[in-house]
């Protein structure tokens, strides 16, 4: 559907937010050179409807709002108490990358999530249209302003299949970016981490390369483990809170937190509770400025100073690094406290090559967990 940002602007849409997918990327890509769109890329998914929300007001024209289909629930809260017709009665399509399609295969929690995306539209009362490559322009003009004149909000439902052109090929004139004056090469700096880390620890990894990474990692050391390892292969942004979650249970375990920039970026006041639970946490973020994993589109990190927000918020030790000389030392330091301790490391992008995937259910790695800080599975105990 090589025509998808035209057939908006020719609705009227001339702003357009959210946050980057890779079923999207091609349409990402065309919507950053077009002429009579401005886009912006959001923190979060709820954050990009309420400043569509504001800009359709003020402008007077209709906005779009483009996600994965995961991203869903970060913004049900906005689409139903902002665009309402009860409410404000402002008008809005949702483009939407639809991961986990019934009939697809796909990672385990795209999975669930694509079996239940019409569903969540339909409780919106929105009906989308499908999207695909063979889909026309007219038809994607007429559903939306159809949808906007019956007072609902427009949906497309957009399939991977849905773009000629690989996503791959496409990833690759995004706007990519590793703009710091001076960063760590990722390789080094994931490794150093890893390799950083004390017997017996627990490590929760991040949505995106970083959980993969960490399994490439341990592959390589013939499934060496002397950390236990719960990939958060889903629930952006929430990774923190879920190793925090785990450390203030067990103080007596070192539990670490690899999170990437747009994860820490989609959530990141909610860490201001994190350092009040106490426990031997260390949240370390590699920020490399961009969405990596689709698309390598940018984040707003470059302007931020991630461990100074991380000060603000009460961590009890803060510290960023932006070069090798200093990498060692500093998680020497991370791995030496026994208060909640957070580090930025300012990296390059990713250059592992090819990544691996889980290869065993996601259940196996919350038993190797409990078998580590021993523990029977919750489901056994339950009354």
């Known amino acids: ?175 990519c970016i590793s703009n710091f004056e001076e960063s760590v090469d990722r390789v080094v700096a994931v490794t150093a981490i890893l390799e950083s880390i004390r017997e017996g620890s627990v490590v929760f990894s991040s949505t995106g390369y970083t959980a993969r990474e960490v399994m490439l990692f341990e592959s390589e050391r013939g499934g060496e483990r002397r950390f236990t390892h719960i990939p958060c292969v889903g629930g952006m942004g929430f990774a923190s809170s879920f190793a925090a979650g785990a450390s203030g249970a067990d103080g007596s375990r070192d539990v670490y937190c690899i999170d990437g920039d747009g994860a820490f970026l989609m959530h990141g006041i909610s860490n201001a509770v994190i350092p009040g639970q106490g426990g031997r946490f260390k949240h370390i973020v590699l920020n490399n400025g961009c969405h990596n994993s689709v698309g390598g589109f940018p984040t707003c990190s470059a302007s931020a100073d991630l461990a100074k927000i991380a000060e603000g918020m009460g961590y009890a030790w803060c510290k960023r690094v932006t070069n090798e000389r200093y990498l060692k030392s500093a998680l020497e330091e991370v791995a030496s406290h026994t208060v909640p301790a957070f580090f930025e490391i300012r990296c390059g992008l990713q250059s592992f090559g090819k990544l691996p995937r889980p290869d065993r259910p996601l259940s196996d790695y919350k038993n190797d967990f409990l078998a580590t800080v021993g523990v029977r599975d919750h489901r056994d105990t339950v009354p």
Not at 26 to 51: K, R, T, W, Y
Request: with cysteine; proline share 7%; net charge negative.
């Open 1 to 175: 559907m090589a025509v998808l940002v035209d057939a908006l602007s020719a609705v009227g849409i001339d702003y357009i937010s959210g946050v980057p997918d890779s079923a999207l990327i091609p349409f990402i890509v065309e919507l950053n050179d077009h002429p009579n769109i401005v886009h912006q890329i959001a923190a979060c998914e709820g954050s990009a409807v309420a400043m569509a929300a504001g800009r359709s007001m003020a402008s007077k024209q209709p906005s779009g709002v483009y996600m994965q289909n995961s991203g869903l629930p970060n913004a049900l809260n906005p689409l139903v108490s902002m665009f309402s017709p009860i409410v404000y009665d402002i008008p809005l399509t949702l483009i939407v990358g639809w991961r986990g399609e019934p009939g697809t295969k796909d990672e385990p929690q795209h999975m669930v999530m694509g079996r239940i995306t019409e569903s969540m539209l339909d409780l919106l009362g929105i009906d989308p249209l499908i999207v695909d490559a063979r889909t026309a322009q007219d038809r994607v003009r007429r559903h939306i302003l159809e949808s906007h004149q019956k007072r609902r909000h427009a949906a497309l439902l957009v399939r991977r299949s849905a773009f000629v052109a690989p996503r791959e090929t496409a990833a690759e004139t995004a706007p």
